[in-house]
């Protein structure tokens, strides 16, 4: 199962990246976050993990498997049955730059997840796109 969401900046592609790549920093402008703590400090690189722990969801470890610096990166979350992979993609359009995320779901479990959280991960991933947009606009 595959949950998306897109939203234009009226910002540069490096602000974007700036605000969307430092993760530590998202609970200040996503009220889905509670906390997001990564276990070595420093930019995020192939490698990375971090605790992310979200309002009516169990914590989680992610892992950055995929890195391009100023245009994505894609990291995994992982429990018996279930894989989870976010992806975090900064796109330049004739419109402006684009702020995309993506949340793939794969496993045995994961029609179950998709039954019991799905409105509430496409819910998320709108607040936090609209929460992005928010932070970047009106610094």
């Given at each position: 199962?595959?949950?998306?969401?897109?939203?234009?900046?009226?910002?540069?592609?490096?602000?974007?990246?700036?605000?969307?790549?430092?993760?530590?920093?998202?609970?200040?402008w996503a009220e889905t976050f509670e906390s997001v703590e990564l276990t070595e400090p420093?930019?995020?690189?192939?490698?990375?993990?971090?605790?992310?722990?979200?309002?009516?969801?169990?914590?989680?470890?992610?892992?950055?498997?995929?890195?391009?610096?100023?245009?994505?990166?894609?990291?995994?979350s992982r429990s018996p049955g279930m894989r989870v992979t976010g992806g975090h993609r900064?796109?330049?359009?004739?419109?402006?730059?684009?702020?995309?995320?993506?949340?793939?779901?794969?496993?045995?479990?994961?029609?179950?997840?998709?039954?019991?959280?799905?409105?509430?991960?496409?819910?998320?991933?709108?607040?936090?796109?609209?929460?992005?947009?928010?932070?970047?606009?009106?610094?």
């Amino acid at each position: 199962m595959r949950f998306e969401s897109a939203i234009t900046i009226d910002a540069s592609p490096q602000r974007v990246w700036e605000v969307f790549s430092d993760v530590e920093r998202w609970p200040e402008w996503a009220e889905t976050f509670e906390s997001v703590e990564l276990t070595e400090p420093g930019p995020l690189k192939v490698g990375s993990r971090a605790k992310i722990k979200q309002p009516k969801l169990p914590a989680s470890v992610w892992e950055v498997t995929e890195l391009v610096d100023g245009e994505y990166f894609v990291w995994v979350s992982r429990s018996p049955g279930m894989r989870v992979t976010g992806g975090h993609r900064v796109e330049v359009t004739p419109d402006g730059t684009v702020a995309r995320s993506t949340i793939d779901q794969e496993g045995l479990f994961s029609p179950l997840l998709s039954r019991l959280t799905g409105k509430l991960t496409s819910r998320y991933l709108t607040l936090e796109a609209q929460g992005l947009k928010a932070r970047i606009e009106q610094a």
